[in-house]
Nanobody, 123 residues
């Protein structure tokens, strides 16, 4: 079972990036999915979560209104559209599959993790 995150890169403040997470080895269509991030020297933090059918989404206050999470269960993918990026968004971004159908904001509720994809926002 593998979650493969991609789409990170270097962008100027105010720019946009689109992160993708592709699952292989099993389907996660019954699982909530989430994105987390970890900046150097900081703890991993919740960014966005989406329920199993996409009907419920929630975001960290710091990204609300700028980031959008979506999923395509037919393709077994989850996407994070990031707009109006700020230097403080710089971090490694991780996708993860939740144990529950509604995505939690707590990392301990996630059983599968992808490798990080680095997002760097320059000022």
């Amino acid at each position: 079972v593998q979650l493969q995150a991609s789409g990170g890169g270097l962008v100027q403040a105010g720019g946009s990036l689109r992160l993708s997470c592709a699952a292989s080895g099993r389907t996660f269509s019954n699982n909530g999915m989430g994105w987390f991030r970890q900046a150097p020297g900081k703890e991993r933090e919740f960014v966005a979560g989406i329920s199993w059918n996409g009907g419920r989404k929630h975001y960290a206050d710091s990204v609300e209104g700028r980031f959008t999470i979506s999923r395509d269960n037919a393709k077994n993918t989850v996407t994070l559209q990031m707009n109006s990026l700020k230097p403080e968004d710089t971090a490694d971004y991780y996708c993860a599959a939740c144990r529950f159908a509604v995505a939690s904001s707590g990392p301990d509720d996630y059983s599968y993790w992808g490798q990080g994809t680095l997002v760097t926002v320059s000022s």
